[in-house]
């Protein structure tokens, strides 16, 4: 079992929908992520979170919008998506960048992802 | 610029036998962090292994070891005695912008490794 829980773990949405994407995680990281997979590529890096303000937006289209309510918690809010949207949504975690040292191991642990198709 | 490379997009190895995964980085920071990470077709990440820029020797996990040469900028994963869970795509990735405070994490294209029985 991952220690940072996203849901749902599928979806299917029409373009007109509107849904929400969620991540849990109760390491006491204050840096949270999402990120975007398309098959057989690596991770694109969409957000980043450090102490629950947002502190990197990678030109992510306005159609999703993140949300972090506290430190435990990312959302990301999906609206009008297209149908190259459809991808494995990953979020994940690490210590925020105040804590550890120049030479500390600060992997990131993602969640399974969810993965999201756009009809 | 492409800052992780991993010019192995396909790798076979014989289980039980030792495999080398390469990645070359492209950073100007001093302070940064190298990671490698599996991901089988279930979709999870799993983190394997870290290396940081001061570390002077050469990570290991178990069964995992990172070659790290500076100098050449280069991250490499060894993976002794192949099992045939080690089948899955795995990653290189870095870390920079700690002297900045503000830092992300790098993915390389990856490279897919299958274990042959």
């Known amino acids: 079992d991952t220690e940072v829980t996203q849901t749902p773990k599928h979806l299917v949405m029409g373009m007109t929908n509107k849904k929400s994407l969620k991540c849990e995680q109760h390491?006491?990281?204050?840096?949270m992520y999402w990120y975007k997979q398309k098959a057989k590529k690596p991770p694109e890096l969409m957000f980043v979170?450090?102490?629950?303000?947002?502190?990197i937006n990678e030109s992510v289209p306005s159609r999703f919008s993140p949300e972090c309510p506290n430190s435990s918690l990312l959302n990301l809010h999906l609206h009008a998506l297209q149908p190259e949207d459809s991808a494995l949504y990953l979020c994940a975690s690490s210590q925020g960048p105040r804590t550890g040292g120049v030479g500390s191991n600060q992997p990131q642990h993602f969640g399974d992802g969810t993965r999201l198709s756009i009809l | 610029a492409q800052k992780i490379t991993q010019t192995q997009p396909g790798m076979f190895v014989q289980e039980k036998e030792a495999v080398t995964l390469d990645c070359t980085y492209d950073?100007?920071?001093?302070?940064?962090?190298l990671f490698w990470y599996k991901q089988p077709s279930s979709g999870e990440m799993i983190f394997l292994i870290y290396q940081g820029s001061y570390d002077e020797q050469n990570a290991t996990e178990g069964r995992y070891s990172l070659n790290f040469q500076k100098a050449r900028k280069s991250a490499n994963l060894v993976i002794s005695a192949s099992q045939l869970g080690d089948s899955a795509m795995y990653f290189c990735a870095m870390r920079e912008g700690l002297d900045s405070g503000t830092y992300k994490y790098i993915f390389g294209t990856g490279t897919r490794l299958k274990v042959l029985a």
């Open positions: 950073t100007s920071d001093q302070s940064y962090g």
């Open positions: 979170y450090s102490y629950e303000k947002l502190s």
């Open positions: 390491m006491g990281h204050r840096a």
